[in-house]
């Protein structure tokens, strides 16, 4: 079912048509109350009021359509962002955006090139009448003498000629100077993330060098922008005075031969001013051409599919097998884990040990489709997770991050589905106990630290029995104590659930029945943690990334 114009579209939409129209009529009215002035014989208001009727017409039209194209604007706006903002959550995180635009560039996607689309109606219905109205003049114009039209014409071809090399040059430099923002916005991005990062190492110069060396780019794109602006402007300018010049010379030598009434005049004037304002529509030009940029920008995040899924379910009673054959992820040409052949056995805990760089956190997320390989496939009790809906994956696979997103208005919202039992469990019942209201406190007055996040998502994934747990560095921010009574509660919890979890202490490996030893991508060994403790690399690697967890 299509979906209804909103009010300030149907607004605008009959708003400039009746101004164009009341525009145009007004020469001839004019002309009608000079004639009916000049003649004393001629009695009646008539054709004043009529003039009075077509003014009040107009400035009626002109003041809504001032209204209802902001709004009309902002509404598309609005509807964009959140068609954008739905398609991208679809995409989800199976590297559909992965090698795509940075965080950064999609916020300026978001923010700036959605807000220049949503301007396109406007623009494009306002350089539209602005053109019918020409076109009207123009007829004007031959109604009353085809001379006056031909007078007209002889400006239109530089005029077409001169809107044309306008759009040409404007359309490219509007896409690079929304590219070099969306830079800037990306590079910007990742300074504000790793901000802890840049101030320790006391590089905050260099780093806002690095932001804003695109710059001189950007300035170079908008110098160019402008100087197509100002350079068209001025010809349009003198070109509008010639035309002007020209019909009203043509009319004053009809009008001293007899051929035109002195109301045919003022209504010749009138038109050729009206009929030359096509070529005073720059700034329409200019909002045309922006709009058209950033909805080109808009359109190549729309074009992204989103993953495939289907409608599989898993067979009931599956002890939660996770099988990876032939896996293998890359990025560009690089590949970042793989080939690589797994299988963790139902119910069975598995830590993942490896240096930074790995690829743990990379085969964490396979099950739970959070990043889709390659190459290869990723079974849970044999199914491909790529053939489970959406439905059957969630309630098959549950994660707890290190630094867990809170999603809804409030804390209870946030926990989707866990209560008191799930609380206590993750050690989080004490600190949402001490919350000004709770469990029904908003989010944006809820200020954890890094172990109460956790504490929080932990609670949040023990709500919901899934068949496999990934445990993604998901308990670095507690202390050795909490650490260890939130485990003890975890097990308990989880029992008889598979779980991958990604390990940094060698206490975290010792407890897991199985350890997949990742080195620079590929599985070095899968075996106990007690067997592989016999390998000197196994045991260093343990105390780099036990080095590595203290000092992140």
Partial sequence: MPRRPARSTLALGIALPVEAATTLALPAVLAGAVDAALDHRSGGPGPYLLLAAVLGVAAAANATAAVAGPACS?????????????????????????????????????????????????????????????????????????????????????????????????????????????????????????????????????????????????????????????????????????????????????????ALAPGALAAAAGWAALGAGLFEQVESLVGVAHARAGQARVDELLALAPAPTGTATLPTGGPGEVTLRGVVVRDGDRVLLGPLDLTVPGGRTVALVGRSGSGKSLLAALPGRLRDPDEGTVLIDGVPVSALSPAELRHAVGYAFARPALVGRTVREALAGAGPAEAAAAHADGFLARLPRGWDTPLDELHPSGGELQRLGLARLLARPTRVVVLDDATSGLDLATEYQVTEALDRATHGRTRLVIAHRGSVAARADLVAWLDAGHLRALAPHTTLLAHPDYRATLADTSLHAATT
């Fill in 74 to 258: 902002a509404e598309a706006t609005a509807a964009l962002r959140g068609r954008l903002i739905r398609h991208l959550l679809a995409l989800g995180p199976g590297g559909r955006l992965h090698g795509g635009p940075p965080p950064g560039d999609l916020a300026a996607r978001l923010l700036g090139s959605a807000g220049d689309a949503g301007g396109r109606l406007p623009a494009v219905l306002g350089a539209a009448t602005a053109l019918l109205t020409s076109v009207g003049a123009i007829l004007g114009l031959a109604a009353l003498s085809p001379w006056l039209a031909l007078a007209f014409f002889a400006g239109v071809v530089p005029g077409v000629l001169l809107i044309r090399l306008f759009l040409r040059q404007a359309g490219p430099v509007f896409a690079r100077y929304q590219q070099v923002q969306a830079e800037i916005a990306a590079r910007l991005g990742g300074a504000l993330t790793g901000l802890r990062s840049i101030h320790a190492a006391h590089a905050e110069q260099r780093e806002a060098a690095r932001v804003l060396a695109p710059l001189p780019e950007l300035s170079a794109a908008g110098h160019a922008l402008w100087t197509a602006q100002r350079r068209t402007a001025w010809q349009a300018t003198l070109l509008i005075a010639l035309v002007e010049v020209g019909v009203l010379t043509t009319a004053g030598s009809l009008l001293a031969d007899g």
